[in-house]
């Protein structure tokens, strides 16, 4: 069974730095391409950041300079470093997989992530 667990939300100041954490099972994820969704009250989910199998990345205009994606093949494991917290990055933060063709996506439960003003 495929399983994205995210770890590492909770209750930061602005300002503040938090890391995410998405611990991917039941298959292999190195193909895959790994992101960063987040979705605020009353709004749609959002892409965040991106990472592709062969290790690029793109960043959402609003996070771009605060926020870094990374993954570790060998721990099917994908991190989000989040610095200069906003009240506005306030939301559930979830973690994404996208399989080479067909492309299956894989979602997983979301971690919440809460910035204090």
């Known amino acids: 069974q495929v399983q994205l667990v995210e770890s590492g939300g909770g209750l930061v100041q602005a300002g503040g730095s938090l890391r995410l954490s998405c611990a991917a099972s039941?298959?292999?994820?190195?193909?895959?391409?790994m992101g960063w969704y987040r979705q605020a009250p009353g709004k749609q989910r959002e892409l965040v950041a991106v990472i592709r199998s062969g290790g690029t990345t793109n960043y959402a205009d609003s996070v771009k300079g605060r926020f870094t994606i990374s993954r570790d093949n060998a721990r099917n494991t994908v991190y989000l470093q989040m610095n200069s917290l906003k009240s506005e990055d306030t939301g559930v933060y979830y973690c994404?997989?996208?399989?080479?063709?067909?492309?299956?996506?894989?979602w997983g439960q979301g971690t919440q992530v809460t910035v204090s003003s």
């Open positions: 994404n997989s996208k399989t080479p063709h067909p492309g299956l996506v894989y």
């Open positions: 039941g298959r292999i994820f190195r193909f895959d391409d």
